[in-house]
């Protein structure tokens, strides 16, 4: 049995002396993550980039080279900027620009993925493998590797931790921990074990995926989708063909032909989803599909890779139970409609994480983890049945204008107002101008500080930072923002950063002079307009990017009773 784990702190982006993870209460680590998919690698990443201790493990003995998940949505690249690796995915990936559209081999009008130019990433397409090696280089960094081959087994809780038993190369091995977060897939022992309900049901139809090569001469960057219709207007074959990194590489789907055809497995656990073993289709059925419905003639080749896979619909009916949480595939899973599932779950883990942070360091307030499932099982509810509606009916299922759509499937509009995590919206003005508790914090460009010769992004600013409080004044002055600092360094030392930024373009010397933080200039106007502001202003910034608070004005009183909501007294 192993007792320890040895591992590299990293704290503020330093590197730090690798010390054994042994707590005064035998646990071997803060934190067991199963599962080494995108969410799980998110969530041990964010947990070791916060200084938390934590063992992933997989029950495979390696990455596997398929490309099953690849759309990586703008949010997902927010997210990465502020963890501090966007740089590598950005490099690896390709853009998507849009969609091109055939039915019965006459085009349709094409679909351009267009986003406001505040935001700061598009969409991209990236193979999963991928992802998976640009996140686990990531937490490797801290010092901190999957354990292949290693598979949870069982668990049992109590009120102090997680003792769980895993098998590995070794043999058999019991594991302490604090939590447990299981991002260990559709089949998930952790969610089986909790006793999570997992309601929902199966399409009927079964697909298969294949990573190709194709000779066509398409628009670079837009994703192929190309369907027939039968007599009745009912879509009878369909193609789906999204670009990978390569020379005309595309991972494509198509319906699977009666040759390959299964029934169902029975027994189990019955939740039929995900890529399937023993029925790999060959170049020549991806050829057949594409004779038929390929807007140009085009041949197949290279194949890499290939596979059968089936889709379920089905949500957990809670997120985690006492130390135990799961995420990602182990929560939802719905169709792979405008690539939403991995996106999500990397959101649920990054959710998870900084708040597992704070409560293993005992800085968290009583209600914190609960905050979890009050805030992403909403998400996974919202994203299930538009999946299944889209699947079913098209884009056109949901009926907004195109701006709302594209930033919806952007995921830049997944918030958490009501949460009870975030501020109380403002009676007055619950839907005034800006962005309110619970939303998004936006990015945006132009401010400058005293000693850069050049403009930087607020989101410059956010990256790597806990809670960040942006303190808002339009005047030349910092008037009361140094008093606002002191009182929330008082009772948040250590916990939150704290900025200002004022409205002139110009730092003036005899205003900033002695100032005891950060100060930016709003040169161009863009936070004032971004954030809905001309008078004095507090903005919390938590450490997933979305408003916990906005005050307007900023109160010491105000500051207090947010942050106590999730420190703590």
Sequence with gaps: MRATMGGEVRTHGEPAREAPMVHSDGSAADVLVAGAGPVGLTAAAELRRRGISCRIVDRLPARLPYAKAVGIQPRTLEIWDRMGFV????????????????????????????????????????????????????????GTRIERGTELVSFVQDADGVTSRLTTPAGDEEVRTRFLVG??????????????????????????????????????????????????????????????????????????????????????????????GGRAPELGHVQAVLDRLSPQPTTASAMRWSSVFRISHRLVDRYGEGRVFVAGDAAHIHPPTGAQGMNTGIQDAWNLAWKLALAVRGAGAPGLLASYDAERRPVGAEVVGRTVRQAAEGVQADPEDADTLMMRQAQLLVGYRGSPLVQAAEPADPDGPGPRPGDRAPDCGGLSGHIAAYPVRLYDLLRGREHMLLLYGPGPALDGLADL?????????????????????????????????????????EFARMYGVREPAAFVVRPDGYLGARLCP????????????????
Aim: charged share 20%; with cysteine; aromatic share 8%.
């Design 87 to 142: 740089r590598a995915a950005l490099e690896a990936a390709v853009p998507m620009r849009g969609q091109l559209t055939y039915v019965n081999g006459v085009e349709q009008p094409r679909l351009d993925l267009v986003l406001p130019p505040e935001v700061p990433y598009r969409f991209a397409a990236l193979p999963q493998y991928e992802t998976e090696r640009i996140i686990e280089e990531f937490l490797e960094g801290f």
């Design 183 to 276: 991002c260990d897939g559709a089949h998930s022992v952790v969610r089986k074990g909790l006793g999570l309900t997992f309601e929902g049901g199966a399409f009927p139809e079964e697909y298969m995926l294949a990573d190709v090569e194709v000779d066509w001469d398409l628009p670079y960057a837009y994703g192929v989708r190309a369907m027939h219709h039968d007599a009745r207007g009912a879509v009878d074959d369909v193609l789906v063909c999204i670009p990978l990194p390569g020379e005309r590489r595309y991972r494509v789907s198509m319906t699977v032909p009666p040759e390959l055809s299964a029934a169902p497995p029975s027994g189990g656990d019955a939740v039929l989803h995900g890529l399937e």
């Design 485 to 525: 600092t002191s009182a929330v360094r008082g009772f948040a030392t250590g916990r939150v950063g704290v900025c200002a930024i004022l409205a002139e373009a110009e730092p003036g010397a005899a205003a900033d002079r002695g100032a005891q933080l950060p100060v930016y200039r709003d040169g161009r106007g």
């Design 554 to 569: 900023p109160t010491v009183s105000g500051l207090s009773a947010h942050f106590s909501q999730v420190f703590g007294s």
